[in-house]
């Protein structure tokens, strides 16, 4: 089978988040980027489904400008086989998506796996907008994903449970945990990760379908009103009477 | 023109999250001039659906096809565009739940609209486009996006918006049919696994969340934990390496990799506050952290704050509350 993985280039979680002067862009400067946590699930599922069908090959795809291909090469030392960059910035969910839809139908993927969500953005929307693109199911979130031959059965996340999927190839699917542990890199990955093929393509379709006008930091905190630990049914007190929550 | 929510149903009631969103797309509705129909999904009453007029809904859109009981994402996505066709909605407005924004990406490229999910708070409207404000990074920031396409749709965070009750209004329930074939519940459910939720209470829905991190020691002293959740009626939850080690299950973990929260409410026993978890509570209301480590980074995030240790202070707690009746 023809896996195809979707990677997004995100600041690492530990970055305090800060924007340039206008609070138009987000401020990149000194800020380390790993592959979307969400998308390491993804990763290592579709490698681990390879490596029982004894065939196949692992694509990772991202879309964004030369500066992500550090994290591309860290797919291919997990174990991708190949990738593909789109050479373009990600403006929104709707222009990623069609860059998807484009290159995963030329490919002829049949399994297309993404993570959760891209944890800079929070969309949770690009898997939904290509399984609409190429008119297949989109499973998300995924919990579990096994394979049957062409036959997928899978455990979706729903508020409060899930739901046990069946659909067959192809699909998009967007993962998160348990699904299975991330690999991470050793260092045979690392060294034929150096030449494995990385293709650049250029971007395809419309423009993006929202833009940002500006962006926000929350509003500070007060400070905390600390309560004597021997008095903590004051608390309660405090809860009902000046926060009124309970 | 008019405005499309969608509500979500359980056993035959309207989610919480969902009175929000009709009060939501009622308040839209209001700015524009125009009024709000509903469209069901799940398992629904009609009598329930009617007191949606509660929250400034008209007319609610019922299709009674059983087997939209359980979400389907092709079934729903096509009743959902059929209802905007009907209306010739511009706007829709439905949950950021797995649901909500599952179905949502689907009908942003079905009927050509520009989607924001996350949503916090009411448009803006500026001419024919919205700005509309919307979580980002993990919790980290907001964002103002422009949503200019003709269509727009919007998911709206739990807890964002409060829910309007006007006593007494009722909406108009009327029957819908979306013609949906065998073919629209491709994607249907062999099996439904819903879980054993302490008290009841949703994690996702809940508006009071008590949750333990590695301080609580082990699994065999949650029922400190659950003792204060069920006299508040609260939800529970925990840290990442509480479920990693199997102390909870794994829907319980919340932050930037599990699952996001926003109550009223948030009690973290026993959790440092790492930036991570943090990501997925920061928009709580109130947060009241305990914890024996008066430099806990918690302690930065939080309105109230005990410096204890949670076997002594969480029974006391839960006496409180119960005191309070
Ligand atoms: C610093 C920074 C600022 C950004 N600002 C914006 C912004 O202002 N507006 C905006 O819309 N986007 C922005 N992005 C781009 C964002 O990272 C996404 O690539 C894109 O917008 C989709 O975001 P989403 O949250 O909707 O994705 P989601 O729908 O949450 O992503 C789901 C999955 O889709 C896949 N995916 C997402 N993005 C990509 C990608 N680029 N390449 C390959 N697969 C991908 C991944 O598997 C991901 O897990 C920014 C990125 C960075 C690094
Ligand atoms: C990529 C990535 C993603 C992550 N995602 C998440 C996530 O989504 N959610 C998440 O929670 N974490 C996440 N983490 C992990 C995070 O960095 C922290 O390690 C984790 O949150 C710590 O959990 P904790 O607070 O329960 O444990 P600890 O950090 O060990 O803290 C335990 C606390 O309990 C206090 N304590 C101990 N005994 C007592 C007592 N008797 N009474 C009162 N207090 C006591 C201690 O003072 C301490 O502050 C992530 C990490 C990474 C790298």
Known sequence: MKFLVCISNVPDTTTKITFTPDNKEFNKAGVQFVINPWDEYALTRAIELKEAQGSGTVTVLNVGEADTEPNIRKALAIGADDAIRVNAAPKDAYFVAQQIAHYAKEGGYDVILMG???????????????GELLGI??????????????????????EGGKEIV?????????????MCEPRIPNMRGIMTARTKPLKVVDAVGEGAATEVAEYQLPPKKQGVKLIPAEQAGELIKLLRNEAKVI | MSVLVVVECDKGEV??????????????AQML????????????????LATLGEQGITKVLFDAEPRLKDFVNGAYTKLIAAATEQEQAKVIVLANSN??????????????????????????????????????FSGKA?????LSGERKIIAVKKNSIEALHNAGQTAQVQAFSASLSDADFADAPKQVVMQDQAGGILLPEADKVVSGGRGMKGP??????EDLAKALGAATACSKPVSDVDWRPHHEHVGQTGITVSPNLYIACGISGAIQHLAGVNSSKVIVVINKDPEAPFFKAADYGIVGDVFDVLPKLTQAVKELG
Not at chain 1, 166 to 178: D, K
Not at chain 2, 15 to 28: H, I, M, R, W
Not at chain 2, 142 to 146: E, T
């Open chain 2, 15 to 28: 989610k919480k999250s969902s009175l929000e969103v009709a009060s939501y797309g009622a308040q839209v």
């Open chain 1, 116 to 130: 959760k969500e891209s944890i800079d953005y929070n969309g949770f929307q690009v898997h939904g907008m290509v």
């Open chain 1, 137 to 158: 199911p989109t499973v998300a979130p995924a919990m579990k994903l096994d394979m049957n031959g062409n036959t997928a059965t899978l455990e979706r996340e729903i």
């Open chain 2, 220 to 225: 065999e002293n949650w029922h400190l934990i």
């Open chain 1, 166 to 178: 069946e659909v067959n190839a192809p699909f998009v699917a967007s993962c998160q945990q348990p």
């Open chain 2, 142 to 146: 907001f964002a103002d996006v422009v």
């Open chain 2, 33 to 48: 001039g125009t009024t709000a129909t509903a469209v069901a999904v799940g398992e629904a009453s009609e009598a329930n």
């Open chain 2, 99 to 136: 649901i909500g924004a599952a179905v949502g990406s689907r009908l942003a490229i079905r009927l050509k609209a520009s989607l924001a999910t996350n949503v916090v708070e009411l448009p803006k409207a500026n001419g024919s486009s919205f700005t509309v404000k919307r979580g980002a």
